[in-house]
């Protein structure tokens, strides 16, 4: 079994040694008695824990040496574990080390057994924190083409991304409104040979029927009344690169035709002319329909279909995408934060709890908008679910009995100070009015993990 790494600062070598040999059952105990020792064993070993005297030489008298290496250890390293060892009337000093970044502190003459159980929190907190740095990198690696996501939902997509985007299919994309059709559409794109080209989106269902046509394909001078100039239509401006035609299912019968026709030749008529245009605009179509109902009833060319879903992938509704959900949510928050200069917010307990509640009926879209008007109506630094405005989806949670209410009081406030204080039980405890033994065993009883 590998024993965890400890490094001893202490002027005293009786009792570094003795500190030694106590903790050896699980530490390997590196040993140093000033501060330039110190710093040396920590640069070179990087220690889970360092047990740091204040008093140190040449001013053993004097708490200088000790806060210097402190500072220096912290700057090393922000999230290094420092545990201040102290006499008594050295208490006033050890606070002050905690105030500065120390995680805690204990006084001499020590109790080896309340320092194991000390180190042991010490080093399971530090571990929780690695376990989040290293979700919270790989979380960045699941940003893809601007999407992220860690739900196999999400990597299917984006699997189905790699593979479809370097050909020149036409490509079907499924969804929910506001699932991130277009994202989906958009990466497709950036990952095409054509990516140097044009990307043109057009909302089928957002211009009139009678325009559509002379949208997507243009129309010649004196074509219908009003035409009083040649005008280009998308799939030739598209050409060389990616035309999106979202809503599809809402096509009109007569462009169904005629987008047919183009999906096979790859040439086309503007609207009252004669002239074969070519254009080589890949075709990337996107509904919230059932298509395949549509073309039962007769809504929809069977034809077309087949020709548009040569390719077919599903962008996933967000109820059905687990932790995305939150990753996400605080991605938004970082950005909006930013956007309207409030930085240091972050969600507060029942605001994570109604996000992972709420169904979602609109998708990305609806989350985005909903953080983003929580960032601006949000009164302190933690966003909550009223400024969601979802705090009717915790009413599955509210307590149904009052020691369920009073430990849910508890929790959230215990929660909230361990945060504040980077997880330091002493200051923790301080902010709360307990004692820290009484800190320690409402940790225990409501199983909190002391993340920073």
């Not at 958009?186 to 269902?205: E, T, Y």
């Not at 004669?274 to 996107?286: K, L, N, Y």
Request: aromatic share 6%.
């Amino acid at each position: 079994m590998t024993k965890t790494r400890l490094l001893i600062v202490d002027d005293d070598e009786d009792i570094r040694t003795q500190m030694k040999w106590a903790l050896a059952d699980g530490y390997e105990a590196l040993m140093a008695e000033d501060r330039p020792g110190a710093l040396a064993a920590f640069t070179a070993d990087r220690p889970a824990v360092t047990l740091l005297d204040l008093g140190l030489p040449p001013c053993p008298n004097e708490p200088d040496e000790g806060l210097a290496a402190l500072s220096a250890i912290l700057t090393s390293d922000p999230l290094a574990k420092v545990i201040v060892v102290s006499g008594q009337g050295e208490r006033q000093n050890a606070i002050r080390a905690v105030g500065a970044g120390a995680y805690d502190f204990v006084c001499k003459p020590v109790d080896m057994d309340e320092l194991r159980l000390l180190l042991d929190r010490c080093v399971y907190v530090s571990e929780l924190e690695q376990e989040y740095r290293a979700v919270q990198s790989n979380a960045r690696t699941n940003v893809f083409e601007d999407m992220l996501g860690e739900s196999p939902q999400m990597q299917a997509v984006f699997d189905f991304i790699r593979k479809a985007a370097p050909t020149s299919a036409p490509v079907l994309i499924l969804g929910e409104s506001g699932a991130g059709k277009e994202m989906v559409a958009r990466a497709l794109h950036r990952r095409s040979a054509q990516k140097d080209g044009p990307f043109v989106a057009i909302n089928c269902n957002t211009i009139p029927e009678n325009l559509l046509e002379s949208e997507l394909f243009g129309h010649e001078k004196g074509a219908f009344t009003g035409a009083h100039m040649q005008r280009r239509g998308h799939v030739e401006t598209a050409a060389g690169g990616t035309l999106f035609l979202d809503e599809i299912g809402e096509l009109p019968a007569p462009v169904q035709v005629k987008l047919l026709r183009f999906l096979q030749e790859k040439c086309f008529q503007r609207v009252g002319g004669r002239q074969e245009i070519e254009s080589d605009a890949r075709i990337v179509a996107a509904t919230n329909r059932d298509l395949s109902e549509a073309v039962a009833k007769g809504r929809f060319r069977e034809d077309l279909y087949f020709r548009l879903a040569v390719l077919v992938v599903e962008a996933p509704p967000l109820r059905e995408r687990g932790g995305d959900i939150v990753i996400m949510a605080k991605a938004f928050l970082r950005h909006y934060s930013a956007e309207h200069a409030k930085t240091g917010l972050t969600f507060a307990p029942d605001a994570l709890r109604a996000l992972t509640l709420h169904g979602w009926p609109g998708n990305v879209r609806e989350l985005q908008n909903r953080v983003r008007r929580a960032v601006i109506m949000a009164d302190g630094k933690r966003v909550t679910a009223r400024d969601l405005e979802l705090a009717n989806s915790l009413s599955a949670l509210a307590p149904q009995t009052l020691k369920e209410a009073r430990e849910s009081v508890e929790r959230e406030m215990v929660q909230d100070a361990l945060r504040r204080h980077r997880g330091r039980i002493t200051a923790a405890a301080v902010d709360l009015g307990v004692s820290r033994p009484t800190l320690y065993e409402l940790v225990e009883k409501l199983g909190i993990a002391r993340e920073s």
